[in-house]
């Protein structure tokens, strides 16, 4: 089925990338090349088939109910990005993450 | 050598560290080195030799894949989303090389994310392969298959999610196995499409391979797919003969696509089996065709899921400017992921919307099913299939990189093994126009051992292994 520019941004604002007119519709071209080489699927009739989701067919396995990781935040918060809009600090207070304000 | 005393693992480690730098500059084959750490690995390694400690790696230098998280190493896979990223802690890869001594020779170069069959893909730029600056090496494992080619390690790690291993390998003429789904942990691997996502060993020999599987291989509770296996000596058949070996040729690895000069060379190396007493069988695998569409629903499907995590927020690359949160990942994640990478992310998106899930993923997993079923009707008549690892021998840089389509082609003959979750390998078995072409191997479930054995076997009367592209000796 035919792509349109408008599904190129609906999806791309699913996916959280912002993406510029001009690179929206350069991506159509090329998604849509590989969306054709997709519908080849489509002739096969697949009636019945079960799903393959795994090699293996196998079901996961359980652990113990016990913990098995210690706490390395001092550790991981060194990864933090910078925390952008004129501050060159790490995005973190106080052994947490900064992010924009989400609630009112 | 190690063991005989003839040459220290520093030494060792020196000499390889010497000639990367004066090849990676041109090769760009490692995007980090450190030199200090990988010296202190090689004493160590010296003082378990002096100790009568050693195994078989003990001490070698071994180049990692830059999707492997090695502690206090730079982990970028080849992204600008994690550039900055330093791993703070081991992938079960590493960890299981530590633990016989081996030495971490550097992380090498790889497309974005693994999404490339060129090494073009890469936020670090592309890598030249060494048998011709002017062209690829392959990819996603690009930087990891130019060095075991150019001799700047002595063997190296590579992923294989839809061909990662087996086609730089065939372009850049050296052994490269990917194993059974399952058989090596991804634990610390940086997730690309986790039902497909192998691990494997990249080195100039089969016995090389073996070797690396040995310590590479292996039940580990931390990922939920891995199988809990008894532990195998992947070296234990290598020195069996092959008389009576049922070789299956599926018609369709032979058909339209195939470079006539790859096309001679397999054809060559296949009857140096039938010398070696193995029995040539006609087989088909009548789905092979759907094997590519299937897999660019699949795989991006997954890797849109896998990718999400790469918001901004606690490690990775983060906008310099932006009003609110939903501006702040998607600034975040235009800005961090590269075009290919974009791409996969929204042919993922769009298979998994709301109204196309049954017409695409439901659809692809249902022909998974068919594709895995063709390797269960053709094992029945024959131990292993043959047939060329890659459709023509390395591309020049550039040549690809604009038609997706003809790029993802590259890799007809190695996917539908990882959507069946078969274990291949890719053997150099000669050359074409001066251009290293490789010959796959696939077994069934479980078969390494025979793979590697079937490999070997094959090295013991030919010299394609041990050729060296010109200019780096």
Redesign the interface.
């Known amino acids: 089925m035919a792509l349109s520019i408008e ?2 941004k609906k ?9 510029s007119d001009a690179d929206a519709s350069a ?1 159509l071209a ?2 849509s ?10 002739a ?1 009739d ?1 009636t019945g ?8 067919d ?1 079901s ?2 359980l ?1 113990d109910d016990i913990v098995t990781k210690t706490n ?1 935040r001092e ?2 918060q ?8 004129g501050s060159a600090e790490l ?1 973190v207070a106080e052994g947490l ?1 900064l ?2 304000k ?1 609630i009112e | 050598m190690l063991q005989t005393k003839k040459i220290s693992s520093v030494e060792l480690t020196q000499t390889f560290l010497g000639r990367i730098a004066q090849h990676n500059p041109n090769i760009n084959a490692y995007i980090a080195l450190d030199e200090a750490k990988s010296l202190a690995q090689a004493k160590a390694a010296d003082a378990l030799i002096a100790a009568g400690k050693a195994e078989p790696l003990t001490g070698i230098p071994i180049a990692q894949k830059d999707i492997f998280c090695a502690k206090d190493w730079p982990t970028t896979c080849g992204s600008k989303m994690l550039a ?3 791993a ?2 081991d992938a079960h890869v590493i960890t299981q090389f530590d633990a016989v001594g081996a030495v971490n020779l550097g992380k090498t170069n790889m497309d974005e994310f693994a999404m490339g069959s060129s090494n073009e893909t890469s936020y670090f730029g592309g890598v030249k392969n060494p048998w011709d600056t002017e062209r690829v090496p392959g990819g996603s494992s690009g930087g990891s298959a130019a060095a075991v080619a150019a001799r700047l390690c002595a063997a190296a790690t590579g992923t294989d999610t839809g061909g990662s291993i087996r086609q730089p390998a065939s372009l850049c003429g050296f052994t490269g196995l990917k194993p059974t ?2 058989v090596v942990s991804r634990y610390g691997m940086i997730a690309f499409a986790s ?1 497909l996502d192998q691990a494997g060993p990249m080195a100039k020999s089969a016995e090389d391979c073996a070797l690396m599987m040995n310590v590479m291989a292996g039940f580990d ?1 931390r990922d ?2 891995s ?2 296996r008894e532990k195998e000596d992947y070296t234990r058949d290598l020195a069996k003969p092959l008389q009576g070996l049922r070789v299956g040729l599926p018609k369709e690895f032979f058909a339209e696509g195939l470079d006539a000069g790859v096309g001679k060379v397999i054809d060559e190396a296949i009857a140096a089996y039938k010398k070696l007493g193995a029995e040539i069988v006609e087989i088909s695998l009548p789905n092979t ?2 094997s ?3 897999y ?2 699949l795989a991006p499907a997954e890797a ?1 899921s896998n990718l ?1 995590r790469y ?24 800005e961090g ?1 590269g075009a290919e990478v ?2 996969r ?3 993922g ?3 998994l ?1 709301a109204g196309y899930y049954d ?2 993923y ?9 594709i ?1 079923e063709d390797f269960v009707e053709a094992f029945k008549q024959c131990d292993v299939i043959m047939g060329p690892a890659a459709p023509s021998t390395a591309f020049k840089a550039g040549e690809k990189v604009d ?3 003809a790029m ?1 082609l590259q890799d007809i003959y190695t996917i539908s093994t990882n ?4 274990p291949g390998m890719s053997v150099p078995a000669g050359f074409s126009n001066g251009l290293p072409v490789g010959l796959q191997i696939i077994g069934n ?1 479980f078969d390494e051992a025979r793979m590697l054995n079937v490999a070997h076997q094959y090295q013991q009367v030919t010299d394609w292994h041990l050729q060296m592209p010109q200019g780096i000796e």
């Open positions: 599904d190129i999806v791309a604002h699913l996916a959280r990338l912002e993406i991506t090329k998604l090349g590989i969306l054709g080489l997709i519908e080849q699927m489509q096969v697949t088939i079960v799903p393959m989701s795994h090699s293996q196998l996961q396995r652990r390395q550790a991981f060194k990864n933090a990005p910078m925390l952008g809009n995005a993450y992010v924009p989400v | 900055n990223f330093v703070p802690y789904y399952g039902s509770e939920s797919t199988l809990n065709g759907l590519i569409p299937v660019y629903v849109s999400s918001d901004g927020v606690r490690y990775g690359h983060r906008t310099a400017e932006y009003s609110d949160l939903m501006d702040m990942y998607c600034k975040s994640r235009a992921f974009k791409r992310i929204l042919i998106t769009y298979v919307s017409a695409y439901l659809k692809a997993q249902q022909i998974r099913r068919l895995a038609d997706p389509v993802y959507l069946a979750g078969l479930y």
